[in-house]
């Protein structure tokens, strides 16, 4: 089995502002790393080729959170994604979104 590359935020640091960073199979990405990513516009993908702009639905959950500023918790488990934003009064259920529907 051959090993992956580790990708940090030093990584990401250095790639230009609004590139691709295409994740391998055995590749890891630190947090720091996708968080430096979102910060620098880095689309981060996995896979054997990119996804092609515009793949995903307008009205997607992603789509969604973009247009409705706040805080929100996001639990990826078996190719879903669990959505919930963070209210005064504690996390509120926003919505789940799965893997298919954005490739």
Do not use: F
């Not at 630190?30 to 979102?38: F, K, Q, V």
């Not at 515009?54 to 500023?69: F, R, S, T, V, Y």
């Not at 879903?80 to 789940?96: C, F, K, M, N, S």
């Amino acid at each position: 089995m051959s090993r992956g590359k580790l990708y940090t935020d030093s990584d990401v640091r250095h790639m230009a502002p609004g590139s691709s960073l295409r994740i391998g199979p055995g590749d890891i990405i630190t947090p720091a790393a996708l968080d430096t990513a979102h910060e620098r516009g880095i689309k981060v993908w996995k896979g054997a080729a990119a996804p092609a702009p515009g793949a995903h639905k307008k009205d997607c959950l992603w789509h969604k959170m973009l247009a409705e500023p706040g805080k929100y918790l996001v639990e990826v488990s078996g190719g879903q994604a669990i959505v919930w934003q963070l209210a005064d009064t504690g996390p509120v259920a926003y919505g789940r979104d799965r893997l298919e529907n954005h490739s």
